[in-house]
DNA sequence: CCAGACGTTGTT
DNA sequence: GTCTGG
DNA sequence: CCAGACGTTGTT
DNA sequence: GTCTGG
């Protein structure tokens, strides 16, 4: 699944990815967590804009559910009321450069693993956002993350893993005029499929206080297939 | 009809 | 808002 | 996602 | 254990 994230490139890496568009004044994030704001395209919009993440509904009373909002299983999205909606019209890109996956390890610890595309450029997980009018008639804008089930490389590590669009299928992703075939992975970053580089980077990004580069400093270099299990007591063989 | 839910993840 | 359960 | 809190009453 | 905050 995706639970934090990073975005640390440079505006002409984002051009280079996304096309060119006018990036608002930014700090460099390496510790996105849920209820933040975070950066995001819109189909319909010329413009990038921040929303909260974790999804608050329109319809919602209060904002209390949205920590728990913050991904939408791509299996179900289209069938789901908080989701279907918004899938045929408010479909999104949520810009990173990286993400976090937590591996539980034997001892009951949670290590964090950081998964980048190679060279670490940019990319955009499939969103879906809403607006929300609060009590007082503020307009809050908010999204989610999609997730899939986790391919055979990552399965060893985590169950779920977020969804990247394909920079090919980004135009598509975000023109809900066009159909998105959620069975098919015509649109899906290939190497979510086929595997990531990823690397060991110590505890220190558990704590959302700590935001910095050395969140995603990496202790130990991994590539796809390389993924260690480590099974429970009693689950030895 | 009205009332109440509407979501994900992980763990067992 | 819209769907489900009673 | 993880970390950290998790409660009431009455009195100042 | 479960909820809230970031």
Known sequence: MCGRFTLAAADHDLDGVFGHYSWPERRLRYNIAPTQQVLILKGN????????????????????????????????????????????RSRCLVIADGFYEWQLLPDGKKEPLYFQLPGGVPFGFAGLWDTWHDPTGQIVETCTILTRAAPPWLGAIHNRCPVIVDRSAHKRWLDTAQKIDMASADWIEPLTEFGLPYARVGFRVNSVANDDSACREVHTKKEPGMVENHPRQGELF
């Open 45 to 88: 919009s010329s413009e990038p804009a921040w929303v909260r993440w974790g999804l608050v509904p329109r319809w919602a009373r209060d904002t209390s559910g949205a920590a728990r909002m913050i991904n939408a299983r791509s299996e179900t999205v289209l069938e789901k009321p908080a989701f279907r909606d918004l899938m045929s």
